[in-house]
């Protein structure tokens, strides 16, 4: 079974899956056996992997390594073509629909096409939305783009059905790395209720108890990033 199928068999299953965001600009291969531990230790069903400037360097070591001693799916999360790895098992293919940046909507996606076409990667498109968050996150920094108003939800799921009529797989609603403001519950209600394919949270969660609000709100996967980034300690503690 494809991951994407076995995505879409918890969505019907009413399975909640949760993923845990590594960037590689901040691991070191060296020390990776304290991280590999307690994410063996936590409930996460997913790892992704990337970041919004990462140059892709010592990408496929580290992951051979996370893949050698983390029996998760792995699926890079990728902020540009230099952070394609043939060593994960999948790619969100992204388009960020809540920009108007040709890099991010095209030019990005057309040159990582011969580099993914030399691996095995599962591609899953991706709509990528960002949300008005408190604060400037780096995607938006890097991508030149400026997010949704966390507001106004309607168009936000408009925005959200437009990407799924142009046939993305999933949706991503994301406040950004190191959000003040998680997305909505409102939102992500609005947003799950009208559309029919599986639907990320991610950005500003830092605690359990905000991980169950964004699954009772509607979220299929919800990611965890920088609070467990910052204390891998987090799902014993939270």
């Known amino acids: 079974m494809s991951l994407y199928q076995q995505i879409l068999t918890c969505k019907t299953k009413g399975v909640k899956l949760l993923a845990i965001l590594l960037d590689p600009d901040k691991l070191v291969v060296e020390n990776l056996s304290n991280l ?5 230790q936590s409930p996460a ?10 140059d892709g360097n010592h990408l496929d070591e580290l992951i051979i390594q996370l893949k050698a001693q983390i029996n998760l799916p792995f699926l890079l999360f990728p902020g540009n073509p230099s ?30 096409v011969p580099i993914i076409k030399k691996t095995n990667l599962e591609v899953i ?8 968050s408190g604060n400037e996150t780096a995607v938006e920094r890097v991508s030149q783009t400026k997010p949704l108003d966390r507001n106004n939800h309607q168009y936000a799921l408009q925005t959200a059905q437009a990407g799924e009529f142009i ?8 406040a950004g790395s190191g959000a003040k403001l998680s997305v909505p519950k409102e939102m992500i209600s609005l947003v799950s209720q009208n559309i029919k394919v599986p639907l990320i949270v991610g950005g500003g969660i830092r605690s ?23 204390d891998i300690n987090f799902f014993n503690e939270c």
């Not at 590999?36 to 063996?40: D, P, R, T």
């Not at 046939?167 to 994301?174: A, R, T, V």
């Not at 009772?216 to 996967?221: K, L, P, S, T």
């Open 36 to 40: 590999i531990l307690k994410i063996n």
């Open 208 to 230: 359990k108890q905000e991980i169950e609000s964004a699954y009772n709100a509607g979220a299929d996967i919800v990611v965890i990033g920088t609070a467990f980034e910052n």
């Open 167 to 174: 046939g993305n797989k999933l949706i991503y609603l994301e």
């Open 125 to 132: 498109s991706t709509g990528y939305i960002l949300i008005e």
């Open 83 to 112: 952070q394609i790895s043939k060593e994960a098992h999948g790619i969100l293919f992204l388009t960020l629909l809540s920009g108007r940046n040709p890099d991010y909507l095209i030019e990005h996606q057309v040159n990582a």
């Open 45 to 54: 069903t997913h790892i992704f992997i990337g970041g919004s400037s990462f």
